[in-house]
């Protein structure tokens, strides 16, 4: 009779909206972002998690696929560290943390945003070294990380990002040789001063000694 293949019915349809809810992986990355940050002034406020995706929250743009591609919260007051969840926002385009009170480290995951244009951490309190997974981020233009507390040597990695247009590390606490070839020929010294930096490496000398 009708009651037990109406339960399964029932059933299969459930089961059918779970995925909706599951895959929403980007929104799930910024409510895991929110969760690490702490935000006295609520610029995170209208993050809600039970919404189907996140593209009606503040300080996030989406594309016409519902996709994140911009995460706008420079001067925002925010502070608390970033987490791997980072990674998963597969589209972003622009990552804009400028001017925060963010800690810890920058997370290696961010190398996994192959579509990143821009990605401004300047003026927080980052620390530890910049990964060499960066270098993954073939499409990216713009890489602020200056004034933080990153240490460690630029890595040489880095001069493979052959769309680099500006590339600041000034004012952290970086040692080492600054990286010569492809775009950083074309860096002025000031996205370099004020670290423990050594002058440009010497032409014929790779691979020398980088490190600190
Ligand atoms: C950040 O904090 C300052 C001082 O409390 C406040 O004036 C400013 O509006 C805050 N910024 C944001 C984006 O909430």
Known sequence: ??????????????????????????????????????????????????????????????????????????????????????????????LELYRNDITGKIPKELGNLKNLVSMDLYENRFEGEIPKSLAKLKSIRFLRLNNNKLTGSIPRELTRLSNLKVFDVSNNDLCGTIPVDGPFATFPMESFEHNRLSGPELQGLVPYDFGC
């Open 1 to 94: 009779m009708a009651p037990l293949p109406l339960f399964s019915l029932l059933f299969t349809f459930l089961l059918s909206l779970t995925p909706t809810f599951s895959t929403n992986s980007e929104g799930n990355a910024l409510h895991a972002l929110r969760s690490r940050l702490s935000d006295p002034t609520n610029v995170l406020q209208s993050w809600d998690p039970t919404l189907v995706n996140p593209c009606t929250w503040f300080h996030v743009t989406c594309d016409s696929n519902n996709h994140v591609i911009r995460l706008d919260l420079g001067n925002s007051n925010i502070s608390g560290s970033l987490g791997s969840e980072l990674g998963e926002l597969k589209h972003l385009q622009y």
